[in-house]
């Protein structure tokens, strides 16, 4: 994987600096600011690459889609020549059949009168014989129409057809002493099977010449661009993105020789490095810029600091005494009041929304009689107004009178009210001071209690219902889903089997050489991606038919020794090529099991094919068979490869399940093939574990149970 380098990106509003940055900025360019140079041409017009940008590959440039316009432009006008010089050769020869029958009528009909006159059968055959060989004539018959004739003659040479012929009717007349008698007809049938051979060749011919001459002007025009234009581009694109403001950077330069007259790309080379220097000079003054600013911000802070600590110092000094009271009544939920020694409210706190009130002021002088309204409300508890005047007759303390509340806005609400007499030195009375608590909730509570417990018992049962309903939608979703990447499955390897056959066709060269090395490198390239997706597609086609349950296996007694065997003289070719050693070990041999011999197969290919991925040059891979003392069958395939990660190790047979790791990036997979040798085994009713550290290997435990085993 290319290792991308980073750009510094920059604008006039978003600009980020340290002061370590800047100071060794600082010390290193001590010079003035400079001015930006100017371009003959217009640098902003050109707009530097973003981070992370790469070349564009052919599938999605501009390549493919002047290759795809020449293509389909020449194919139109080649089939539409095509078809107008068919539709031509097709009339002339339709024109030539009809020419013939003309001679025929010339040169044949009046001895075919004489023949028939005469009653010459033979001479009649040998006359229609000579017709039948004539080119696309594919039967003729005599038929007499004499009506004093008992039994007409009737000669026929030839074999009639039903499709794609032209047929005449010629009378047969016979001078009789100067007297015209129409003695027979005459029924030529022509077959149209030699002209439509005949186009199929021609058009065979057509085709191939102007597809073979269209590949090779395409692939040459495409070429041309490249040279002068895509690769250019590419290496601007690549030094754009590796350009930095930071250090010195080289000036761009084409890979061409130098001309003495600019095109279009030398003049985008040169409003780039004009940008590209424009740049560093704003980057050199927009710094310099900032190491002043930090410094006046740096005095400014400063001063301000000391104003608003002495500013601050004096306001906590002369609030400390009313916050502390404050505090207090702002950390409750319940309405503070107070009132003078006529009952009249000197003190409300901040929670007097609680009543209804819109602000404090509004009760503020007012009567303590008007804290709370009860008027209007059947109030079992008592009357407010009433007892207030009681306890100011009495100036004794109360405690949770509780009352029902009318608000401003019409709500009613409950409250506990509570108040303490309040007196001065000489025990004088000097009013009250209490709260407002709400109890609404706590009254509501009983009733709510119960209509929670209905409705509990209400939303359980429909939930029940609704997960029950979601469990059938999702085996539903699940079904659906399954039979989906079934059916696509089966769509797309047609198509994909088509590219890889065609791939290796043009790999092979079998409808001739190709001119350029390369495309023999490419049509490999997409033989390999061919059958890469191909494999893709039947590991998901072998997902669904297990999830769906339509894997059927076919049991048999097969001998272990042998299936692995096959497995390795598969795999030896990439075993070989990875510079890694295949063993088995000879108690495989020894042993026979039921299974199906296909899938068994493939559980061992997939093992095998992880482990040679995931093994080191020079690496080994060690199959071998364990017979326990209850007659179950382990059969084990071990690696001294990469291992697995401790914690990654749990989820490894899930399905789209890939070990992450800086080690085993490089290879390709989507996770399917353990989930399908997980899925296989438990088919044979085994089980399949894994142990592994990582740096030093993997082991894949395959438990068979005696039941599977065969006895020998």
Known sequence: MSKK????RMSGDDFVSTKNASAAYESQTKVPRETVITSPHRPDDFALPSQGDSPLPFSRGIGRRLLFAILLFSSLITLILTAAQLYLDYRRDVNSISDRLLEIERSYLNSIAGSLWNVDTEQLKIQLSGIVRLPDIQAVEVQETVSEVKKPLLVTVGERLEHNTISWSLPIVYNDRDTARTIGTLYIQATLEGVYHRLWEKTLVILGTQAIKTFLVSFFILYVVHYLI????????????????????????LKRRASSNPDELDRVVSAFNAMCQNLRIAYKNLNT????LEARVEERTHNLQQEISERVAAEQALKFSEKRFRDIAETVTDLFWETDENLSISFISGHFHLIGIDAAENLVGQSLANLITTENQDNKEGDWKKDIELRRQTQSPFRNLEYHCTRNNGDIIAVSVSGIPIFDQNKTFTGYRGSVRDISDRRKAEILIQEAKETLERRVQERTQELSTAKEEAELANRSKTDFLNNMSHELRTPLNAVIGFAQMMQHEIMGPLDNPHYKSYASDINASGLYLLGIISDILDVSK????HMALEIETVHLGAVVEKCISMMQDRA????VILNVTPDVALHHIKADERRFMQIIINLVSNAIKFTKKTGAITISATREGTGDLILAISDNGIGIPENQ????????TRVESSMICEHEGVGLGLSIVKALVEQHNGKITLESREG???TVFILLPASVVVQQ
Request: hydrophobic share 35%.
């Open 5 to 8: 380098k980073d750009i510094v």
């Open 230 to 253: 895509t690769r250019h581009l590419v290496s601007l694109a690549n030094f754009a993105s590796s350009y930095s403001l930071i250090g010195q950077s080289p000036v761009f330069r």
């Open 289 to 292: 810029a900032n190491i002043d």
């Open 546 to 549: 297990i999830e769906s349950g």
């Open 576 to 579: 070989d090529k990875a510079e």
């Open 649 to 656: 190790q749990e989820g490894i047979f899930k399905p789209f």
């Open 696 to 698: 030093e290997g993997t």
